[in-house]
T-cell receptor, first 117, second 114 residues
Framework: DGGITQSPKYLFRKEGQNVTLSCEQN?????MYWYRQDPGQGLRLIYY???????QKGDIAEGYSVSREKKESFPLTVTSAQKNPTAFYLC????????????????FGPGTRLTVL | SQQGEEDPQALSIQEGENATMNCSYK?????LQWYRQNSGRGLVHLIL?????REKHSGRLRVTLDTSKKSSSLLITASRAADTASYFC??????????????FGKGTKLSVIP
């Protein structure tokens, strides 16, 4: 899991509530990512950020929001607009800069399992 | 959309045997990576192979890449019970302006029986 922490490990939410998942990294990486994983599925990209104060939508951004006020932190808010939020959420980070090799490698946190009651 | 598709979806072998997983993709890539995920945990990067490389080794891992067939394989030799995990391939496509897109497949679930 390297230098990326996610909290909490398990999170329960009532329908209609917003919840925020924490992601912190001490790897001095510029880029950070949020993925969603459903059972038996691969990872789908929700949002990513390549630099502080900037972020881009991924493939499934609807119902989610993010902020990137600090290099180390990339919190994800699951809003009430997300119709089916129960899933395993993974945060990752990578170095920015010259492409073509190790900088493309992503380092993952341990994940947060969100369950809507 | 899924770029990489792993095959098989699940694989069960005896300890000591070799395990081979395949990944096929649809469009040209810049590099391909393999990741491992233990149940309920985050992913761990295993190996990266560039589009101009054909084979790479790392310990008991051997990865091949055939860009003409748009496919890659991951071979784990002399498997151990601790290799039990899901294995994902991820394709990397550079999208300009210093950014890239990394797309994961659905994974192969490997079970190594002691």
């Amino acid at each position: 899991d390297g230098g990326i922490t996610q909290s909490p490990k398990y999170l329960f939410r009532k329908e209609g509530q917003n919840v925020t998942l924490s992601c912190e990294q001490n790897l001095n990486h510029d880029a950070m990512y949020w993925y969603r994983q459903d059972p038996g599925q691969g990872l789908r990209l929700i949002y990513y950020s390549q630099i502080v104060n900037d972020f881009q939508k991924g493939d499934i951004a609807e119902g989610y929001s993010v902020s990137r006020e600090k290099k180390e932190s990339f919190p994800l808010t699951v809003t009430s607009a997300q119709k089916n939020p129960t899933a395993f959420y993974l945060c990752a980070s990578s170095k920015a800069g010259e492409m073509g090799g190790h900088t493309d490698t992503q380092y993952f946190g341990p994940g947060t399992r969100l369950t809507v009651l | 959309s899924q770029q990489g598709e792993e095959d098989p979806q699940a694989l069960s072998i005896q300890e000591g045997e070799n395990a081979t997983m395949n990944c096929s993709y649809k469009t040209s890539i810049n590099n391909l990576q393999w990741y491992r995920q233990n149940s309920g945990r985050g992913l761990v990067h295993l190996i990266l192979i560039r589009s101009n490389e054909r084979e790479k080794h790392s310990g008991r891992l051997r990865v091949t890449l055939d860009t003409s067939k748009k496919s890659s394989s991951l071979l784990i030799t002399a498997s151990r019970a601790a290799d039990t995990a899901s294995y994902f391939c991820a394709t990397v496509i550079y999208s300009g302006a210093g950014s890239y897109q990394l797309t994961f497949g659905k994974g192969t679930k490997l079970s190594v029986i002691p």
